[in-house]
């Protein structure tokens, strides 16, 4: 039986035919071992896949076999290749919402409470204190930013970028970019949409949309918790989240299961406080007076409760309402209930301000 000194003499006979030398000399022979009467020959190649690893192993096989049958009976031949080099990836595309400094979640455990009006309200509200704003309508099952800005009729048109992405371009009024499925399906069109459905169809608004550069883009999304909130926050890096509801009870047991699905730990996005509206009612005729119709203070007990902010109370007004319905947010006029609004749009900046980390310097 050939000894590992025969055995490594016999090597230097094998030539690596693209390396053109011998496979001793260019230090791919790792290691010859020889247990209880068998040898083990361990190669090594530097490159993944070598092409001429097979070929190399039997000719060292019959190499073994010509000198002495009974050492290549008894011999192993091992090979080690580099891992496959990982293939290059492509530079992810940029997404029109990486040019949004901040994108926020209007949201309401049920419905009824006026969740879209204060989200088109907070986004005029933005706008008028000198803020860049973009308004995304999420409420796919119910659209009605379109009407609330008296947009109804925009048909969106579409841009090619230098990389040729196609673009849509927004409705924009009162300052505010504005996007939403009503754009693209009539008045009476019912939407059968299952969950993935109406998901691609939010994904493809968020980031097809032109929204150019923004300092807020408020996301109106649908009441209560589902695929469309899952969507929201896996598609969109939401810094936040604004809580509507009114006073009374069953709209405040709601809350809290929408304050809970935000702080879960796969979802982690700050609520940064409760809106309470309709919070009482006040006629034109009698600006004095307060009817507290839906119960009084439910939604701020609630925000000492769970450690959050009031954010506003805004009272029921009738005009809030009509300017809705005309297409004309109340935020964007002068009136007594346009302060609640510009009051409520200062307090959400001042808590989007706390989440960000301090400067350094």
Known sequence: MMDKTQIIQLLTTIIHPE???????????????????????????????????????????AGLSEKDPQTADQTSVLIKEA????????PAKPRQTDRIRHILAV???KGGVGKSTVAANLAVALSRLGYKVGLLDAD?????????????????????????????????????????????????????????????????????????ELDFLITDLPPGTGDVHLTMVQELQIDGAVIVSTPQQVALADVVRGI??????????????????????TPAELPDNRYYIFGKGG???????????????????????????????????????????????????????????????
């Open 299 to 361: 939604a701020q007990k609630l925000a000492e409760e769970e450690k959050l902010p009031l954010l506003a109370q805004i009272p029921l007004i009738q005009s809030v309402s009509e300017s809705g319905d005309q297409g004309f947010p109340t935020a964007a006029m002068e009136s007594m209930a346009t302060e609640y609004y510009l009051t409520m749009a200062r307090n959400v900046v001042r808590e989007v301000e706390r989440l960000e980390p301090p400067h350094e310097g």
């Open 140 to 212: 796919i099952y119910g659209p009605s930013q379109a009407k609330m800005f008296g947009v109804e009729q925009h048909v969106p048109e579409a841009r090619i970028t230098e990389e040729g992405s196609e673009l849509i371009i927004p409705a924009e009024k009162f300052g505010v970019k504005i996007m939403s499925i009503a754009f693209f399906i009539r008045p009476t069109d019912a939407l059968v949409w299952r969950g993935p459905m109406a998901s691609n169809a939010l994904k493809q608004l968020a980031h097809q949309t032109d929204w150019g």
């Open 83 to 90: 891992a496959p080099a990982p293939k290059p990836q492509k």
């Open 107 to 109: 949201a309401s455990g």
């Open 19 to 61: 390396i053109g030398k011998d496979i001793v000399t260019a230090g791919l022979v790792e290691n010859v071992t020889q247990t209880e009467g068998k040898t083990t020959i361990t190669l090594s190649f530097p490159k993944a896949r070598d092409p001429f690893a097979v070929s190399i192993k039997r000719a060292i096989l």
């Open 260 to 281: 809970a699905m935000f702080r879960a730990d796969k979802i982690n996005i700050p609520v940064l406080g409760i809106v309470e509206n309709m919070a009482w009612f």
